[in-house]
């Protein structure tokens, strides 16, 4: 009999860019067979699991770094909370203002047999494709669990209060 583990946690950077009276986020298409093909909730915060050895903003940190493929940007980090998506994992994010371009990503990969049954090991990128998009965008193209994050990004920016207070500078 397997042993029963828990869902586990996440941590992720959503960056955000002011665009007149608006703002955009960077969201990442999810790389691997399993997502060539959709668009709709196929997309997410740079983000990954970490253990009861690594803090929340240290796993956000990296996990952007190996997803982006370069370093955090400088500037403050605003906590956005967690949310618990469907399969019962705990996601804890984070914003940052930042322009970076999507261009110039270097994703991490990862590595499956494919296609299944065949006994053929492939490499894809964990991100596909990174870019910016309105709110009203990314509520059509991030997972849903996750479109928590950006209207809790909307309030925070709005001046609102329905955002949970900053949290450290992410280091």
């Known amino acids: 009999m397997a042993a029963h583990t828990s869902p586990g ?3 992720g950077l959503l960056l955000f ?5 608006g703002f955009e986020v960077l969201v ?6 399993f997502w060539a093909r959709r668009e709709s909730a196929a997309w997410s915060v740079p983000k ?10 240290a796993a956000a940190r990296r ?3 190996e997803e982006f493929g370069h370093p955090v940007p400088d500037g403050a980090w605003v906590a956005l909370g967690e949310s ?25 990969t990862f590595t499956m047999e494919w296609p299944r049954g065949s006994g053929v090991q492939r490499e ?17 193209r991030l997972v ?3 479109r928590v994050f950006v209207d809790r990004l909307r309030d925070h920016l709005a001046g609102g209060r329905g955002t949970p207070p900053a949290h450290g500078d992410g280091a």
């Open 9 to 11: 946690r996440s941590a």
């Open 17 to 21: 860019r002011r665009r007149g009276t």
């Open 28 to 33: 990442g298409h999810m790389g691997g067979p």
């Open 48 to 57: 990954g699991e970490y253990g009861p050895e690594e803090g929340a903003e």
């Open 63 to 65: 996990e952007f770094e």
């Open 84 to 108: 618990r998506q469907a399969g019962g994992k705990t996601v804890t994010v984070w914003a940052v203002e930042a322009d970076l371009d999507p261009a110039t990503a270097v994703p991490g």
């Open 124 to 140: 894809f990128p964990e991100i596909d494709r990174f870019a910016w998009c309105a709110p009203e965008v990314a509520a059509e």
């Open 144 to 146: 849903k669990g996750q």
